[in-house]
């Protein structure tokens, strides 16, 4: 969590960082038949053959796994949108996809982040070890004979 509690900023950077861990995730197998050969390029080096990047650190993971729960949150449309920007999609498609405007779409995918960092605070506000319970009945002072 950031030192001064979520901002829509902060959920759209973990959410882009969630989206970067599933993608380096590796694909998963079926079982079956398989190769233990090694895989070879099909591709000399150097003419444009992909390497696959590293594999993600346990704690990304976590991270994603934490910041994929905040997507249940939002509407299936908002997390549609959100999603996309996660995973660094120009606003120019994303507008041709979801058959909005520009504007429109950013006043969406901010407030989809709002409603995340607002539940999050509310919920950081709700664990913390200083604050006092509200609307716990007080020790009597006086009893009535």
Do not use: C
């Not at 970067?20 to 090694?38: A, C, I, Q, T």
């Not at 150097?46 to 976590?62: K, L, N, Q």
């Amino acid at each position: 969590m950031p030192e001064r509690g979520w901002t829509p900023q902060a959920v759209a950077e973990r959410l882009a960082e969630a989206a970067d861990v599933l993608d380096r995730l590796p694909e998963p197998r079926g079982r079956g038949f398989y190769s233990l050969w090694p895989l070879t390029p099909e591709v000399p080096d150097g003419d444009g053959a992909r390497t696959r990047p590293a594999a993600p650190a346990p704690e990304g993971i976590d991270r994603m796994d934490e910041a994929l729960v905040w997507l249940a949150w939002l509407e299936p449309e908002e997390r549609h949108l959100v999603w996309l920007r996660a995973e660094g999609l120009p606003w120019k498609r994303i507008t041709y996809r979801l058959g909005v405007g520009r504007t429109t779409a950013w006043q969406r995918w901010t407030m989809a982040l709002l409603k995340i960092a607002t539940r999050l605070n509310a919920a950081a506000e709700q664990n913390r070890p200083d604050i006092k319970p509200v609307n716990k009945s007080r020790p009597i002072v006086l009893e009535v004979r």
